[in-house]
């Protein structure tokens, strides 16, 4: 049976694209606070919801760049035969 093997780059761009994910979760957070007026303390108190949302973002992301990178890459049915006329 044949190891899967997953690149470090690749772990290191998922990992940022979370990353940013979470980034942006944050200021939608300090958004709403500035916008409601309310503590600031809300910022690191409420991690244990911004960590499973940034999970759910990342998440409800995957499609779109699945389709992105079909678009940049060329299609999804792969290359095509060397003896295929288009």
Do not use: Q
Not at 30 to 43: K, N, P, R, V
Not at 50 to 64: A, D, T
């Amino acid at each position: 049976m044949k190891d899967i093997v997953i690149k470090t780059r690749h772990l290191r761009r998922e990992l940022w694209i979370w990353i940013g994910c979470f980034v942006i979760l944050c200021g939608w957070n300090a958004y709403g606070i500035a916008l409601h007026h309310t503590a600031w303390s809300e910022l690191y108190t409420l991690w244990y919801v911004l960590l499973p949302l940034s999970l759910l973002f990342y998440l409800l992301l995957l499609p779109f760049r699945y389709v992105g990178h079909l678009l940049l890459r060329g299609g999804c049915c792969g290359k095509r035969n060397k003896g295929e006329n288009a």
